[in-house]
């Protein structure tokens, strides 16, 4: 099972996708953060199928943080239940692969 993993998070604003990826990096739970600002979601919540614009995170880190880098997502985030999905990276660059790994704590 690959060690690195990309954590997809959405996140109701551009703002708070900002402050999250920042933490986050800050506190070496990831190794990078991307942002793309402006997608929009179809989902269904609380009995009723709602569309709305989000940002949306991935996150380039390790298996090993995941935990913990839920828990602050949560403590940072304003959804009672935030979008967190981790996906395995099957192959990438040695170097890249190992910057991440060298980052993260």
């Known amino acids: 099972m690959p060690k690195e993993i990309v954590v997809l998070i959405t996140a109701p604003s551009l703002r708070e996708a900002r402050t999250i990826g920042r933490r986050l990096v800050e506190e070496k739970l990831a190794a990078c953060a991307n942002i793309?600002?402006?997608?929009?979601?179809?989902?269904?919540?609380?009995?009723?199928?709602?569309?709305?614009?989000?940002?949306?995170?991935?996150?380039?880190?390790?298996?090993?943080?995941?935990?913990?880098?839920?828990?602050?997502?949560?403590?940072?985030?304003?959804?009672?239940?935030?979008?967190?999905?981790?996906l395995p990276i099957i192959r990438g660059s040695k170097d890249y692969l190992e910057w991440i790994r060298k980052i993260t704590r």
Not at 58 to 65: A, E, H, L, P
């Open 36 to 86: 793309i600002p402006r997608v929009a979601s179809i989902f269904f919540w609380q009995g009723k199928i709602r569309q709305e614009r989000e940002s949306l995170l991935m996150i380039k880190t390790r298996q090993s943080c995941f935990d913990r880098l839920v828990k602050r997502v949560k403590s940072l985030h304003a959804y009672s239940v935030p979008e967190i999905i981790a």
